[in-house]
């Protein structure tokens, strides 16, 4: 059974850093989009970051508006995790982190978490002012 499990959450001040990681197991999952996802408190899930399959390079890497310049996401097949690195945090970076998979998504929906199948439990990042 497909499983991610993250790790990396915490509490930093406005302007810090924080590294998110995700493990992904159960299945192969060179092909699927990995990514994150992010919920704020009364707010819906929004799309983060994510690694789309490439037959020339090892991923694509796209990025949300919000986080551009600020976050960078890497994936390495080979062992099956996606990392999502945070500089120059803002208050409004707060929320519950989702990593995520999917393996229906395409080109114009890879930001849509309805294409995601799989979902880790989440982790807390609180980004104080």
């Known amino acids: 059974q497909a499983q991610l499990v993250e790790s990396g959450g915490g509490l930093v001040q406005a302007g810090g850093s924080l590294r998110l990681s995700c493990a992904a197991s159960g299945r192969t999952f060179t092909t699927y989009a990995l990514g994150w996802f992010r919920q704020a408190p009364g707010k819906e899930r929004e799309f983060v970051a994510t690694?789309?399959?490439?037959?020339?390079?090892?991923?694509?890497?796209h990025y949300a508006d919000s986080v551009k310049g600020r976050f960078t996401i890497s994936r390495d097949n080979a062992r099956s995790t996606v990392s999502l690195q945070m500089n120059s945090l803002k208050p409004e970076d707060t929320a519950v982190y989702y990593c995520?998979?999917?393996?229906?998504?395409?080109?114009?929906?890879?930001?849509?978490?309805?294409?995601?199948?799989?979902w880790g439990q989440g982790t807390q990042v609180t980004v104080s002012s």
């Open positions: 690694t789309t399959w490439s037959k020339v390079f090892t991923y694509y890497a």
């Open positions: 995520a998979a999917s393996s229906t998504y395409s080109n114009g929906n890879y930001d849509s978490s309805e294409k995601y199948d799989y």
